[in-house]
């Protein structure tokens, strides 16, 4: 029996993504237009800034739990979250959850290791970049870590909250993006993570001056692994 997963969304161009890619890719794994079962419930995105610009990962968690409880009354059997900022908050929402969940850092960083990469550039929302999110499960893989400037910071955070989440993508958002890479690579970096999961929708291998790890897929094919290869039941 295949597991159905639960999607605890925030921002709807990450979470759409990820959703697409559970869809899309499930075929490889089970047969053409095959795909788990996939339930998604998400707060209002302003509900979540409201509480991320007073630093109150608390009510963070509070809304992650909201809907981890709705999904599993919906029939979920573990959950993920297709954003990179709100995990946060995972130290107050893991137990008290209902449902057990796959943490978005954890699979970049596994994946970073698996792929023989040694320092891995950071990049996403403010809030992200200045959290221990990535640096904690960067350094438990063996690997080293580097953030942006803090004009960097500033700058590809108002990108993603001024533009990708609204579903602008522009040249110049690119370019931006592709400085800080640069300026990541020169530092020593050889690969970086695109941390949150709306830069996958600008950047990739093909424009990126390092090799990208896109926690968006990424996880959406962990999601799918453990969908089709976990036992059946919760």
Same mark, same amino acid.
């Given at each position: 029996?295949?597991?159905?997963?639960?999607?605890?969304?925030?921002?709807?161009?990450?979470?759409?993504?990820?959703?697409?890619?559970?869809?899309?890719?499930?075929?490889?794994?089970?047969?053409?237009?095959?795909?788990?079962?996939?339930?998604?419930?998400?707060?209002?995105?302003?509900?979540?800034?409201?509480?991320?610009?007073?630093?109150?990962?608390?009510?963070?968690?509070?809304?992650?739990?909201?809907?981890?409880?709705?999904?599993?009354?919906?029939?979920?059997?573990?959950?993920?979250?297709?954003?990179?900022?709100?995990?946060?908050?995972?130290?107050?929402?893991?137990?008290? &959850? *209902? =449902? #057990?969940? $796959?943490?978005?850092?954890?699979?970049? !960083?596994?994946? +970073?290791?698996? /792929?023989?990469? @040694?320092?891995?550039?950071?990049?996403?929302?403010?809030?992200?970049?200045?959290?221990?999110?990535?640096?904690?499960?960067?350094?438990?893989?063996?690997?080293?870590?580097?953030?942006?400037?803090?004009?960097?910071?500033?700058?590809?955070?108002?990108?993603?909250?001024?533009?990708?989440?609204?579903?602008?993508?522009?040249?110049?958002?690119?370019?931006?993006?592709?400085?800080?890479?640069?300026?990541?690579?020169?530092?020593?970096?050889?690969?970086?993570?695109?941390?949150?999961?709306?830069?996958?929708?600008?950047?990739?291998?093909?424009? &990126? *001056? =390092? #090799?990208? $790890?896109?926690?968006?897929?990424?996880? !959406?094919?962990? +999601?799918?692994? /453990?969908?089709? @290869?976990?036992?059946?039941?919760?």
């Amino acid at each position: 029996m295949v597991q159905h997963i639960g999607i605890v969304a925030c921002s709807a161009e990450g979470a759409a993504l990820c959703y697409k890619t559970i869809c899309v890719e499930g075929a490889a794994l089970l047969g053409p237009h095959a795909h788990p079962e996939v339930s998604l419930h998400t707060h209002s995105l302003a509900d979540y800034v409201v509480c991320l610009d007073r630093g109150d990962r608390a009510g963070v968690a509070e809304l992650m739990l909201s809907s981890a409880h709705k999904l599993a009354r919906a029939g979920a059997d573990f959950l993920i979250c297709p954003d990179n900022t709100i995990h946060q908050a995972m130290e107050y929402v893991l137990p008290r &959850s *209902p =449902l #057990p969940w $796959l943490h978005i850092a954890e699979v970049v !960083a596994a994946e +970073a290791a698996a /792929r023989g990469f @040694r320092r891995l550039g950071i990049t996403g929302t403010r809030w992200l970049v200045d959290s221990e999110v990535y640096p904690q499960k960067i350094e438990a893989a063996g690997l080293a870590w580097l953030r942006p400037s803090e004009a960097e910071r500033d700058e590809t955070s108002r990108i993603i909250m001024d533009e990708l989440v609204q579903g602008v993508f522009r040249p110049e958002a690119v370019a931006a993006y592709q400085r800080v890479m640069a300026r990541m690579k020169a530092a020593g970096c050889d690969a970086v993570v695109l941390g949150c999961t709306e830069i996958p929708l600008i950047m990739n291998d093909g424009n &990126s *001056p =390092l #090799p990208t $790890l896109d926690s968006t897929r990424l996880l !959406a094919r962990a +999601a799918l692994e /453990r969908a089709v @290869r976990a036992p059946s039941g919760r």
